[in-house]
């Protein structure tokens, strides 16, 4: 009887064995029955993960300044680095997904706010700062400063050093005049509030391509203009597509992202 039983065990044994080995197939590799998510930068239409910018130096060269007791006018940085500044312009498109790319990415972009602009939207620009955007002015009503009395230029400035100061806590060290443009005056009214560099662009940010104002391609230290702007005005493009878009070009021209407050 026994022996009998042994023989009836082994007669199992294959049809188990079959369904243990149907079972291991049907299993996703990894032993887990969901498949895992994209990597971060092939979700944001990357090829390859972003490089990391180098570290930060200890003493970042020091723009010129425009005169005595005068900030410097900067639209790059002197730097062997192989890093270029992204910087965001205004405040109208209020998109919670460039928040997830500005996370999962890392991406280090400056923000140069408007307060007119912006209006009611600062918690979306706190959601930005969370996830390690910086904060910077763009003046309260994106006024063209050239030109206007300094009492008018400083009213600008200083005021929207007061409303980021009250939303964010901090007063911010750079400063960007509406349109690029600017005189002596917006210069000593920006030192006046506080404003140790002013900011302008080598490259902007257009819905298909980069517009260079010097040259053809992006070089080490140059500062990227970009908006924040919607489908309404990008034809439909999104603000993640377009900057996925100038991510590759950085990449393909051997250039990461670093954050221009390390250097300024």
């Given at each position: 009887m026994a022996a009998l039983a042994a023989l009836a065990a082994l007669a199992v044994l294959p049809v188990a064995g079959c369904?243990?080995?149907?079972?291991?197939?049907?299993?996703?590799?990894?032993?887990?029955?969901?498949?895992?998510?994209?990597?971060?930068h092939r979700r944001w239409g990357l090829a390859a993960p972003l490089a990391p910018a180098p570290r930060a130096p200890d003493r970042p060269p020091a723009p010129r300044g425009a005169?005595?007791?005068?900030?410097?006018?900067?639209?790059?940085?002197?730097?062997?680095?192989?890093?270029?500044f992204l910087t965001y312009d205004d405040g109208a498109e209020k998109d919670p997904r460039f928040?997830?790319?500005?996370?999962?990415?890392?991406l280090p972009v400056s923000m140069f706010l408007t307060d007119s602009v912006v209006g009611p939207g600062y918690g979306h620009?706190?959601?930005?700062?969370?996830?390690g955007a910086t904060v910077q002015n763009h003046t309260l009503d994106h006024t063209a400063l050239r030109g206007l009395p300094y009492a008018g230029q400083r009213a600008e400035i200083?005021?929207?050093?007061?409303?980021?100061?009250?939303?964010?806590?901090?007063?911010?060290?750079?400063?960007?005049?509406?349109y690029g443009v600017y005189d002596t005056t917006t210069l000593r009214a920006a030192a006046d509030c506080g404003i140790s560099a002013v900011v302008l662009w080598r490259a902007s940010m257009r819905i298909d391509d980069l517009h260079h104002t010097v040259g053809d391609r992006l070089r080490p230290g140059d500062i990227v203009l970009a908006y924040?702007?919607?489908?309404?005005?990008?034809?439909?493009?999104?603000?993640?597509?377009?900057?996925?878009?100038?991510?590759?070009?950085?990449?393909?021209?051997?250039?990461?992202v670093g954050r221009l407050e390390d250097y300024l």
């Amino acid at each position: 009887m026994a022996a009998l039983a042994a023989l009836a065990a082994l007669a199992v044994l294959p049809v188990a064995g079959c369904a243990t080995e149907r079972a291991e197939r049907a299993r996703p590799a990894g032993g887990t029955d969901r498949a895992l998510p994209p990597a971060p930068h092939r979700r944001w239409g990357l090829a390859a993960p972003l490089a990391p910018a180098p570290r930060a130096p200890d003493r970042p060269p020091a723009p010129r300044g425009a005169g005595p007791g005068l900030p410097p006018v900067v639209d790059r940085v002197p730097t062997r680095d192989k890093v270029v500044f992204l910087t965001y312009d205004d405040g109208a498109e209020k998109d919670p997904r460039f928040v997830d790319m500005v996370r999962e990415l890392r991406l280090p972009v400056s923000m140069f706010l408007t307060d007119s602009v912006v209006g009611p939207g600062y918690g979306h620009f706190a959601r930005l700062r969370a996830v390690g955007a910086t904060v910077q002015n763009h003046t309260l009503d994106h006024t063209a400063l050239r030109g206007l009395p300094y009492a008018g230029q400083r009213a600008e400035i200083c005021g929207q050093q007061d409303k980021l100061k009250q939303r964010f806590g901090i007063r911010p060290t750079l400063f960007r005049p509406p349109y690029g443009v600017y005189d002596t005056t917006t210069l000593r009214a920006a030192a006046d509030c506080g404003i140790s560099a002013v900011v302008l662009w080598r490259a902007s940010m257009r819905i298909d391509d980069l517009h260079h104002t010097v040259g053809d391609r992006l070089r080490p230290g140059d500062i990227v203009l970009a908006y924040f702007q919607g489908p309404d005005q990008l034809k439909g493009a999104t603000l993640t597509e377009t900057t996925a878009r100038l991510l590759r070009r950085v990449q393909e021209q051997g250039l990461t992202v670093g954050r221009l407050e390390d250097y300024l």
